[in-house]
């Protein structure tokens, strides 16, 4: 059989399509085999590089296993058929209905997918200001962000369009941030928010930093992928009451339960570990030693628990 030669397309380690995907080594060798998907060409040194069209194709059919599907039912299928089994744009995440911010949403929507970044900055930053922080992290941004994805799965936006909305969304964040007084509540927890290699998305994290900046906390965010061992020294150095992680599907699982109990056993006893995101994971398996965090609105209720005490463990 002869070799696909690498051509002047980007192409992908089979390493750097782990990260990318969720999907093991093993997964994407076997499929090669048994579906003929992913078709890997190889560099100059023989190795497998994966152009970005099959990067991305691998990424969808990672998020279709993660609401249901088998592999053997969609590996092979091209790239519009999968696009086909994703959400319909009509069937988007929104807001709750009389929610005052939907308008905002669909708002959004049309100017990310027009391209207009200036006025979608305008528009999240007048959102922020007339409804207040925590209506609109958790009213607004936290289902847009849900609606982007979805609109990426079903091909309405490209990768370059939720890049551009991310960044809209963390400077926004940011820039509100600053404006709140540093003034740490007496009794509350110093947290640090990070994720582990391999899971790059960080706007969860920094929505669950503007709230609990907001409620007092102190908090100290390390970016996103940081090194196990990394993180525990930091907390350590810091004295972090508490260690929050972002999680979302395109993690691998045995790498999410594997690093859990590895930092879990690094950090100090009375150190805990804060786990959010939509990662399948979070909620289909019992996690030793982790708070598992289903929503943003949540936290203030996480807090309250903590600060009762005999939270230190999950």
Same mark, same amino acid.
């Given at each position: 059989?002869?070799? #696909?030669?690498?051509?002047?397309?980007?192409?992908?380690?089979? =390493?750097? @399509?782990? #990260?990318?995907?969720?999907?093991?080594?093993?997964?994407?060798?076997?499929?090669?085999?048994?579906?003929?998907?992913?078709?890997?060409?190889?560099?100059?040194?023989?190795?497998?590089?994966?152009?970005?069209?099959?990067? $991305?194709?691998?990424? @969808?059919? #990672?998020?279709?296993?993660?609401?249901?599907?088998?592999?053997?039912?969609?590996? =092979?299928?091209?790239?519009?058929?999968?696009? =086909?089994?994703?959400v319909p744009p009509e069937a988007q995440t929104l807001p709750a209905r009389g929610?005052?911010?939907?308008?905002?949403?669909?708002?959004?929507?049309?100017?990310?997918?027009?391209?207009?970044?200036?006025?979608?900055?305008?528009?999240?930053?007048?959102? =922020?200001?007339?409804?207040?922080?925590?209506?609109? @992290?958790?009213?607004?941004?936290?289902?847009?962000?849900?609606?982007?994805?979805?609109?990426?799965?079903?091909?309405?936006?490209?990768?370059?369009?939720?890049?551009?909305?991310?960044?809209?969304?963390?400077?926004?964040?940011?820039?509100?941030?600053?404006?709140?007084?540093?003034? @740490?509540?007496?009794?509350?927890?110093?947290?640090?928010?990070?994720?582990?290699?391999? $899971?790059?998305?960080?706007?969860?994290?920094?929505?669950?930093?503007?709230?609990?900046?907001? $409620?007092?906390?102190?908090?100290?965010?390390?970016?996103?992928?940081?090194?196990?061992?990394?993180?525990?020294?930091?907390?350590?150095?810091?004295?972090?009451?508490?260690?929050?992680?972002?999680?979302?599907?395109?993690?691998?699982? #045995?790498?999410?339960?594997?690093?859990?109990?590895?930092?879990?056993?690094?950090?100090?006893?009375?150190?805990?570990?804060?786990a959010g995101g939509s990662h399948p994971s979070l909620t289909q398996r019992a996690?030793?030693g982790v708070k598992v965090i289903q929503s943003l609105e949540s936290l203030p209720?996480?807090?309250?628990?903590?600060?009762?005490?005999?939270?230190?463990?999950?």
């Amino acid at each position: 059989m002869t070799e #696909r030669v690498l051509d002047t397309v980007p192409h992908s380690s089979i =390493a750097a @399509v782990e #990260r990318a995907t969720g999907l093991s080594k093993d997964t994407l060798r076997v499929w090669e085999r048994r579906y003929g998907f992913p078709q890997p060409e190889r560099d100059t040194a023989g190795d497998r590089a994966y152009p970005s069209d099959q990067v $991305e194709r691998l990424r @969808v059919i #990672r998020r279709l296993m993660d609401a249901g599907h088998r592999p053997g039912g969609i590996v =092979a299928l091209d790239m519009s058929a999968l696009q =086909a089994l994703a959400v319909p744009p009509e069937a988007q995440t929104l807001p709750a209905r009389g929610n005052s911010h939907t308008s905002d949403l669909l708002a959004c929507l049309d100017l990310i997918q027009t391209h207009d970044a200036p006025a979608l900055r305008q528009l999240l930053s007048q959102a =922020a200001a007339r409804s207040g922080l925590v209506s609109f @992290v958790t009213q607004l941004v936290a289902p847009l962000t849900t609606a982007v994805g979805e609109a990426w799965m079903n091909g309405r936006f490209q990768v370059f369009e939720e890049h551009i909305y991310t960044e809209c969304v963390s400077r926004v964040l940011r820039q509100a941030m600053s404006g709140i007084p540093v003034a @740490v509540a007496s009794g509350m927890p110093r947290v640090l928010l990070t994720s582990f290699p391999g $899971e790059p998305h960080a706007l969860g994290l920094l929505m669950a930093e503007t709230l609990l900046t907001l $409620e007092g906390c102190q908090c100290l965010s390390l970016g996103p992928q940081t090194p196990i061992a990394d993180i525990a020294k930091a907390a350590a150095a810091h004295r972090a009451d508490i260690v929050a992680l972002s999680f979302t599907p395109v993690f691998a699982a #045995r790498a999410l339960t594997s690093g859990l109990s590895e930092l879990r056993a690094l950090l100090s006893p009375a150190t805990v570990i804060w786990a959010g995101g939509s990662h399948p994971s979070l909620t289909q398996r019992a996690l030793s030693g982790v708070k598992v965090i289903q929503s943003l609105e949540s936290l203030p209720q996480h807090l309250s628990l903590w600060q009762q005490g005999n939270y230190s463990r999950g």
